[in-house]
Nanobody, 114 residues
Framework: QVQLVESGGGLAQPGGSLRLSCELPRDVQIYGMGWYRQTPGIKRDLIASINVIDAASYADSVKGRFTISRDKTKNTVDLQMNNLKLEDTGVYYC?????????WGQGTQVTVSA
């Protein structure tokens, strides 16, 4: 089973920054990649995505603060999170997809607290 490998996350203060990275598999076809956020009692929401032509999109809640990018050398998809807010707290999941197939990471905790 193909699973994505995430790194980064942790604890930050409001207004601070964190960076998440997700290592993509090299032996499967991928078109789109993204980061989801899950908070207690809330479904997993897509907050940022990017595709193989580097077209990116963002949820309104993170627009202007988060940046998704691909590192083609390292074969990763990264999420730079700036100006963090308390409501950014949650488990962040990396995802990649091609047609009807979706791959997931194990999730990484991000906690924003004063």
């Amino acid at each position: 089973q193909v699973q994505l490998v995430e790194s980064g996350g942790g604890l930050a203060q409001p207004g601070g920054s964190l960076r998440l990275s997700c290592e993509l598999p090299r032996d499967v076809q991928i078109y789109g990649m993204g980061w989801y956020r899950q908070t207690p009692g809330i479904k997993r929401d897509l907050i940022a995505s990017i595709n193989v032509i580097d077209a990116a999109s963002y949820a309104d809640s993170v627009k202007g603060r988060f940046t998704i990018s691909r590192d083609k050398t390292k074969n990763t998809v990264d999420l730079q999170m700036n100006n963090l807010k308390l409501e950014d707290t949650g488990v962040y999941y990396c995802s990649a997809w091609f047609r009807q197939t979706t791959y997931w990471g194990q999730g990484t905790q991000v906690t924003v607290s004063a």
